[in-house]
Nanobody, 122 residues
Framework: QVQLVESGGGLVQSGGSLRLSCAASGGIARINAMGWYRQAPGKQRELVATITRGGSTDYADSVKGRFTISRDNAKNMVYLQMNSLKPEDTAVYYC????????????????WGQGTQVTVSS
């Protein structure tokens, strides 16, 4: 019932920029923390950035100063602005959200999007 859909990926030259978007929909009572992860072929999925419901952010050291995560609680969306992209940023980027589906139970579940490909050329 809950679905996360990413968009905005693509091919960009080194030094360029992309803006990723993730829309959450379905049976949602409240979205707590949201984040972006990425996974390159042959590598484990790694944390890129997170943002709490209140707007507190955290970033992987490799993207600090280049990426900015933000969210719009009214629209159930989270964004990742990526600047000064490098070839090593090439990966499938996944949206993540911790969601409470019912305020009656207040049980938190983690959901993932299908991913969007980001390719940075030299």
């Amino acid at each position: 019932q809950v679905q996360l859909v990413e968009s905005g990926g693509g091919l960009v030259q080194s030094g360029g920029s992309l803006r990723l978007s993730c829309a959450a929909s379905g049976g949602i009572a409240r979205i707590n923390a949201m984040g972006w992860y990425r996974q390159a072929p042959g590598k484990q999925r790694e944390l890129v950035a997170t943002i709490t419901r209140g707007g507190s952010t955290d970033y992987a050291d490799s993207v600090k100063g280049r990426f900015t995560i933000s969210r719009d609680n009214a629209k159930n969306m989270v964004y990742l602005q990526m600047n000064s992209l490098k070839p090593e940023d090439t990966a499938v980027y996944y949206c993540n959200a911790k969601i409470i589906r019912s305020l009656a139970t207040f049980a938190e579940y983690t959901y993932w999007g299908q991913g969007t490909q980001v390719t940075v050329s030299s």
